[in-house]
RNA sequence: GCACUCUUAGCUCAGUUGGUUAGAGCGCUCCCUUCACACGGGAGAGGUCGUAGGUCCGAAUCCUACAGAGUGCACCA
């Protein structure tokens, strides 16, 4: 037979693959409502199965990485392999907007310019960024299509789209009509560069050699790393309990020689004073501290604010007022030296700081009035769902961490200091009674009846990305009334990072499950953090980053996808090195090559299944493969499965079965057989070059391997 | 402090419910351009599966302790 002259030279991904995925996207059957009928038996159309996986949207603030690499091949796999076998297949592909990280990086190309986003006004910055955003959506879209992503366009959405704003501004609305909305003046996690409050999930610990101090405060002594903060100090707190300190008591009055002159100090008791910690004593400055805090709503006790949003000592410090607390510390120690209330210094104290996970820049714990979600109420039924086996989370040990965080969980501030993202729709005003000024709010896209004029200004704080993003699942597929909500939710697989668990996952459950009265996903598959070849995180100052879009050219996609696949399980992280792709180019070559020789042998005219014609032991053995490689994506053992069919291929197929074949016509129907439906199961892992061999193919089932017909039916053994 | 994970060939990692001579990629040694492929083929070296116990007919795989490495959450006077 006539061997297709593109088979004499070696396998050219860049010559193949754009025009591959063309012929795909053309063929509309990335949209499921485009996807052929599979018949029976009778002729009858086979009702088909839906299968769904709502693709996390990458952020459109810049180029995909690594890990965008691992998540598009491990759901492109899921996906072909599901539409493969006749499923109702969808696949939907989103963009983020991604507040506060695109505004990071904004702010970032406006200080290269010598711009600040605080000089400009928030119509305009918001104007820039959204112009920013949707030039990297359209880059970002196209560098999925690289990378072979087979997502059905038709139904992308962004994060700002009307449909999602809707979406989340009744779910605000609802979680306020349950209780479970409050607004409060709370410790936040305050950012003096970004001036936005941040959740807890967005801080980092940085551990710090810093000097702590140990400071005179009357006849008590206090341990701090903080001496800045301490002007207002006029609390002394110990444990009730504590022997030392029994005789003072709760209320007594100290007049002692402070900081910046005499203060009069009351005694606290408070078990939340560590007897064992220094000396058991403490003062607390309640606006700059959490656990200060509680004591001071415990007590009732004033607060007061001693370090402004840009992290400089207010006129409280007296004379050190307007230094920066950095600036600060020194000379207020100096000072204290002086003033003989130093006791000592310990030079080499380490403590653990939370700092801002985008600058890390020290986070300085302040007081701001948010809107929180209380997430209690919300966590019980996830944990019910997550142990019921409602969702179930692929590996157990990442279900362990799930559980213990969701056992654990604090309220959620949802609020943010920036402009991209979507505005809070609250309005509030202030209002006297009893001689007293309070504040008036009322939850909606439109103030209250009566309007503007009578006082009402409208919040201008916008929602934490991740609480829009946490409803992702239901508002992509249109709830509540959308036929793809009623046909696909919930969605069959959740496919993420483990590094958002917290962030994404469990949002998405506790809201989920809250809106609709179900799980968004019925299983959870986190991959781990793509590294570098030597296992270090990939970074940009470290100039270790593997570009995939750079790999795919070098190597071809479909070796880039094999090399992110093979040997990673999931939840733990993947070291991606440059020859491990290399092997796996090679392979793509050894398939081409074995395609070619299969050619050239004379095969059966109508080869289908001629009695007798394939080797019955030799067509065992390769079905046994493809219920064992079935098998294994089944149970998302995807890793298992690439490296089955790896050797198989190479060292059973190539090196054995050709060979023995060589010189006998007879094995014709044989290799055939064993080419095509190996095209098949290698198909979702090596979308390109499997699909561009099958184009060669003298005789097929259908034009596009893409949605020929999965070889096994096979499901064995207990789902997990 | 609470929780989780890892320790298998020189390097990076697989090894599904415990079961015959422990695997891959890369690297290394030697040989081969023969008619699918040098992005190839053949031959080979290399591991007492962190340490010490235990359970079992049988353990890299289960249990305990110890050592080393790492991660998450919370607190931090």
Redesign the pocket.
């Known amino acids: 037979m006539e061997v297709p002259e593109k088979f004499t030279k ?3 991904p860049q010559a193949t693959e754009d025009e591959i995925y063309k012929k795909w996207e053309d063929s509309g059957y990335f949209n499921p409502d485009n996807l052929p009928l599979r018949l029976d038996a009778q002729g009858k159309p086979v009702e088909m199965e839906p299968f769904c996986i709502v693709m996390p949207p990458p952020n459109a603030n810049g180029s995909l990485h690594a890990g965008h690499a691992l998540f598009v091949t491990l759901q492109d796999i899921m996906v072909r392999f599901a539409r493969m076998r006749g499923k109702k297949t969808l696949w939907l592909p989103g963009a983020d907007h991604a507040g506060f990280e695109t505004q990071v990086v904004y702010e970032r190309q406006l200080e290269k310019e010598g711009r600040s986003r605080f000089e400009m006004p928030p119509e305009q910055l918001y104007k820039e960024i959204l112009d920013f955003t949707l030039g990297n959506k359209i880059f970002m879209e196209g560098q999925l299509r690289q990378l072979g992503a087979s997502c059905d366009w038709s139904r992308e959405l962004f994060t700002l789209d009307e449909r999602v704003v809707k979406t989340v501004y009744d779910t605000f609305r609802k979680l306020n009509d349950d209780g479970l909305l409050y607004r409060g003046s709370r410790i936040v996690n305050w950012c003096p560069k970004h001036q936005t409050s941040l959740s ?2 967005e ?3 940085e551990t710090r050699t810093s000097p ?1 101090y140990y400071l005179k405060y009357g006849p008590f002594t ?5 001496p800045e903060t301490k002007f207002g100090d006029k609390y002394v707190v110990m444990h009730p309990g504590d022997a030392r300190y029994s005789k003072y008591k709760e209320g007594d009055m100290l007049e002692l020689e402070w900081i910046n002159g005499p203060i009069t100090a009351t005694v606290i008791k408070d078990e ?3 007897p064992a ?2 000396s ?3 003062t607390i400055t309640p606006w700059h ?4 805090f509680e004591i001071a709503q415990r007590h009732n006790l004033p607060y007061e604010q001693i370090i402004d949003w840009r992290g400089k000592l207010l006129p409280i410090a007296g004379e050190f007022a307007g230094m920066s607390i950095k600036d600060a510390r020194a000379k207020i120690v100096e000072k204290m030296q002086q003033k003989g209330l130093v006791e000592k210094i310990d030079g080499d104290y380490t ?4 700092v801002c996970y985008k600058c890390g820049r020290e986070i300085e714990p302040q007081v701001k009035a948010q809107w929180f979600v209380k997430m209690q109420p919300l966590a019980r039924r996830a944990i019910e769902a997550v142990t019921s086996g409602e969702v179930k989370i692929l590996t ?2 990442q279900e ?2 799930l559980l ?2 969701l056992e ?1 969980i ?1 309220d959620w501030n949802i609020s943010r200091q920036i402009v991209w993202g979507i505005p809070i729709p609250a309005w509030h005003r202030s209002t006297y009674a009893h001689g007293k000024q309070d504040e008036e709010w009322h939850i909606g896209e439109n103030p209250p009846a009566g309007g503007l004029g009578d006082g009402w200004t409208r919040d201008t704080d916008t929602f934490d990305t991740w609480f829009s993003s946490s409803q992702w699942p239901f508002i992509t597929l249109g709830f509540p009334d959308g036929e793809d909500f009623k046909t696909y939710y919930p969605t069959d697989v959740m496919e993420t990072g483990a590094d958002i668990l ?1 962030f994404w996952v469990a949002r998405m459950l506790m809201l989920g499950l809250y809106i609709t009265g179900e799980v968004p996903f019925k299983n959870v598959y986190l991959h781990g953090l793509v ?1 570098d ?3 270090q995180k990939m970074s940009k100052s470290k100039g270790n980053v593997i570009s995939p879009l750079t790999v795919s050219n070098e190597y071809g996609t479909d070796a880039l996808r094999m090399g992110l696949v093979v ?1 990673n ?1 999931p939840g ?2 993947l ?1 991606l ?1 440059p ?2 792709i ?2 796996y ?2 392979f ?3 398939l081409w ?2 395609a ?2 299969v050619l ?1 042998q004379d095969l059966p005219a109508g080869r289908q299944e001629t009695e007798g014609a394939i080797r019955q032991e030799l067509k065992d053995e390769f079905d046994a493969l493809a219920a064992d490689v079935t098998n ?1 994506i089944e ?1 998302y ?1 995807i ?2 499965a690439a ?1 089955k069919l ?2 198989y291929v ?1 060292d059973r197929f ?2 054995e079965i ?2 023995e074949s ?1 010189g006998k016509p007879e094995y014709g129907a044989t290799l055939y057989y064993i080419l095509e439906n190996s095209l098949k199961l290698l198909h979702p892992f090596m979308p390109f070059v499997t699909e561009a061999i099958w184009q060669e193919l003298p005789e097929k089932e259908s034009d596009l391997l893409m949605v020929a017909q999965w070889p096994a039916r096979h499901s064995g ?1 207990p789902q997990k």
Do not use: C
């Open positions: 070696p396998y050219n807890n999930l801080t980092e610990r702590f206090i341990g701090t790393v903080r939340a004073s560590d910690v220094g058991g004593v403490m501290s959490g656990t200060d403590n653990e700081v939370p157990d040990s362990k961490i213990h965080w654990n604090q917290f590294r070849a030597k296992g040997g399980t733990t992280d070291n090195a020859s491990k290399g092997a180019k090679k793509a070559n050894k090559n074995i070619r020789f050239s294994d149970q053992r890793y298992m490296e790896y050797h190479w190539a090196a050709v060979e060589k053994g």
